[in-house]
T-cell receptor, first 110, second 114 residues
Framework: SQKIEQNSEALNIQEGKTATLTCNYTNYSPAYLQWYRQDPGRGPVFLLLIRENEKEKRKERLKVTFDTTLKQSLFHITASQPADSATYLCALGGSYIPTFGRGTSLIVHP | DTGVSQNPRHKITKRGQNVTFRCDPISEHNRLYWYRQTLGQGPEFLTYFQNEAQLEKSRLLSDRFSAERPKGSFSTLEIQRTEQGDSAMYLC????????????FGEGSWLTVV
């Protein structure tokens, strides 16, 4: 069955450093992959979408890579700030219905 | 564009009662989704509408759950005979032609069954 793996352990980093979050998947050939941010008690907020034929996408301090051979996406936040502390979810899709991973919590310390 | 709106934001109900949640999607979006999320987990797909047609429903969805989208606008999710295991956040999302594959979530409706 399809499986999406995100590190269940929180990632703790120091302000100003680059945070790198990982999303691995198995038994899946997604046409696209998305990253969302979720704050406690709130709905997920869309950040970036990358398609299977794209290797990398950037938006301001965010960068996403997508390796369909390794079946992995990396999500980078450069010059991280305490305000970046949240849970980050990856979502894979082949059609209109994305499937979500459980998310990884990022904590940026001042 | 006021975003996806969900009501009520919080609901506490006794086991065995019925509850209904409402979702108002972004106005130009024809696709509407319901997901459920429990603590420490990602959103789990429940059901999907395109306009007023319910096109897909999770196999995990109990027959106590029913969703409607009359006239392809707002949607309701009803849970009958609630159980403690139904306690979760119920998320509605919408998407449309311009949005492509991106879905936009509301703030969710928290359900606590006591």
């Amino acid at each position: 069955s399809q499986k999406i793996e995100q590190n269940s352990e929180a990632l703790n980093i120091q302000e100003g450093k680059t945070a790198t979050l990982t999303c691995n998947y198995t038994n899946y050939s997604p046409a696209y992959l998305q990253w969302y941010r979720q704050d406690p008690g709130r709905g997920p907020v869309f950040l970036l979408l990358i398609r299977e034929n794209e290797k990398e996408k950037r938006k301001e301090r965010l960068k996403v890579t997508f390796d369909t051979t390794l079946k992995q996406s990396l999500f980078h936040i450069t010059a991280s700030q305490p305000a970046d502390s949240a849970t980050y979810l990856c979502a894979l899709g082949g059609s209109y219905i994305p499937t979500f991973g459980r998310g990884t919590s990022l904590i940026v310390h001042p | 564009d006021t975003g996806v709106s969900q009501n009520p934001r919080h609901k506490i109900t006794k086991r065995g009662q019925n509850v209904t949640f409402r979702c108002d999607p972004i106005s130009e979006h024809n696709r509407l989704y319901w997901y459920r999320q429990t603590l420490g987990q990602g959103p789990e797909f429940l059901t999907y509408f395109q306009n007023e047609a319910q096109l897909e429903k999770s196999r995990l969805l109990s027959d106590r759950f029913s969703a409607e989208r009359p006239k392809g606008s707002f949607s309701t999710l009803e849970i009958q005979r609630t159980e403690q295991g139904d306690s979760a956040m119920y998320l509605c999302a919408s998407s449309g032609r311009v949005a492509g594959n991106t879905i936009y979530f509301g703030e969710g409706s928290w359900l606590t069954v006591v």
